[in-house]
Every structure is written in C-alpha cells, then in structure tokens.
C-alpha cells in the first residue's frame, strides 16, 4: 500500500538509547516501492529503542523494534 504523508512527511523515526541518555529524530525518504530508509548518525555505540511512524490506507501505524549498533 503506498506511503501518505503523516505531519507533512513520509515517515518519522524516534530513536532512544537503553539508558535514555539520547534521543534522536529523523525523517524518512521513500524508496522504491512502500519501503522507508531512514539516516541517523548516533552517539555512542549501544542497544536502541525506536519507533517507526507512518502512514498508509488512510491509518497511522507505529512500529516498535530495538536495534543493537556495533559499529
Ligand atoms: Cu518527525
């Protein structure tokens, strides 16, 4: 189903460390297809938590993984 904008854009991302020290924002860029890509640089090496917001079919959907970054 294709992507429709949500508070005037594809896609938003909330990044936050495990220990809730850093928070980050991003907005994402549509691809081919309905897919998403996002770019954020982090401060420190560590585990994640983030949510991924957007919008399609006429619903907002939230997406909530973690993310491990080693390098
Ligand atoms: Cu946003």
Same mark, same amino acid.
């Given at each position: !189903?294709? +992507?429709? *904008?949500? +508070?005037? !854009?594809?896609?938003?991302?909330? =990044?936050?460390?495990?220990? &809730? =020290?850093?928070l980050a924002?991003?907005?994402? !860029?549509?691809?081919? &297809?309905?897919? *998403?890509?996002?770019? +954020?640089?982090?401060?420190? *090496?560590?585990?994640? +938590?983030?949510?991924?917001?957007?919008?399609? &079919? &006429?619903? *907002? =959907?939230?997406?909530?993984?973690?993310m491990? =970054?080693d390098?």
């Open positions: !189903m294709p +992507l429709q *904008l949500w +508070l005037g !854009m594809p896609g938003h991302l909330i =990044v936050r460390s495990a220990d &809730g =020290v850093h924002h991003a907005h994402g !860029m549509p691809t081919e &297809g309905s897919a *998403l890509r996002f770019t +954020l640089t982090l401060p420190e *090496l560590g585990r994640y +938590l983030a949510w991924a917001q957007y919008a399609t &079919g &006429g619903r *907002l =959907v939230t997406r909530p993984f973690t491990e =970054v390098r």
